[in-house]
């Protein structure tokens, strides 16, 4: 499907050639989420993250994710891009990019499109700390994503 644009890459990722992506002069919307690798969980430092994938499968599960993301936000086109292997602190392992007529269905998408690539995609996520241990993170395992999801997200314009 022209309308998205799904990849695995081991470099880091490009924003700025995804741009055009999603680009559409009959949209009024477009919005960005770059997940990048944080350097403080919860009281150790991170050093790197690294990402395995089965990847047939996972290009697969994202491609649908993105046709399912399109019909239920009514987005017109839709960017994601997962990077796979070692990924340093400050850099981004996962962008996602979409457009729409309006503001409401491209920020709508998003959080929701995080939440099943999360839950759903066959990429696993093992942290490197600074110490030297290592620890695979399961998505239910982080309290930030858990109390984050409790927030109420308001439109007041």
């Not at 050093?47 to 047939?56: C, I, N, T």
Request: charged share 25%.
């Amino acid at each position: 499907m022209s309308d998205c644009y799904v990849y695995l890459t081991e470099d880091p990722i490009d924003y700025g050639s995804l741009l055009s992506r999603i680009a559409d002069p009959d949209v009024g919307a477009h919005a960005w989420f770059y997940g990048v690798t944080r350097r403080i969980t919860g009281d150790r430092i991170t050093s790197l993250l690294s990402y395995e994938a089965h990847q047939p499968m996972a290009l697969a599960e994202l491609n649908r994710l993105a046709t399912e993301a399109i019909e239920r936000f009514h987005l017109c086109k839709i960017v994601i891009v997962h990077r796979l292997g070692e990924v340093p602190v400050g850099e981004a392992s996962v962008v996602l990019g979409c457009s729409s007529a309006h503001r409401k269905q491209a920020f709508a998408a998003l959080p929701w499109l995080m939440d099943q690539i999360k839950t759903d995609v066959p990429i696993w996520k093992r942290e490197t700390f600074t110490d030297g241990t290592t620890l695979w993170v399961h998505p239910t395992d982080s309290a930030a994503d858990s109390a984050a999801d409790e927030l109420e997200v308001r439109d007041d314009s």
